[in-house]
């Protein structure tokens, strides 16, 4: 099954901070399945959560996650690509 990519034809909104829970652990926003991260306007990086279809705040990706965090591709492919 093929990942969604960010669609950047229409700006995604910033998700919401009453979403984005802190974490202390490894299930945070980079190691989950739905995290994307892709060149934006003037190759700055974009971050995102392709299931909320929302941006990410630069290192709230590392911090953070949400209720629907979820591991399938580790579990499914052994490794997480986006960490590499």
């Known amino acids: 099954m093929a990942s969604p990519s960010l669609d950047i034809s229409e700006p995604w ?20 399945q739905w995290f ?3 060149g934006g306007p003037q190759s700055i990086p974009q971050l995102s959560c392709a299931l909320h279809m929302g941006l990410i705040a630069h290192g709230e990706h590392l911090t953070h996650h949400c209720q629907r965090w979820t591991d ?10 986006e960490v590499a």
């Open 72 to 81: 399938g591709l580790a579990a499914r492919e052994g490794w997480l690509p």
């Open 36 to 38: 994307r991260h892709e």
């Open 13 to 32: 909104p910033w998700l919401d901070q009453k979403l984005l829970q802190t974490s202390n652990s490894a299930r945070v926003c980079m190691t989950c």
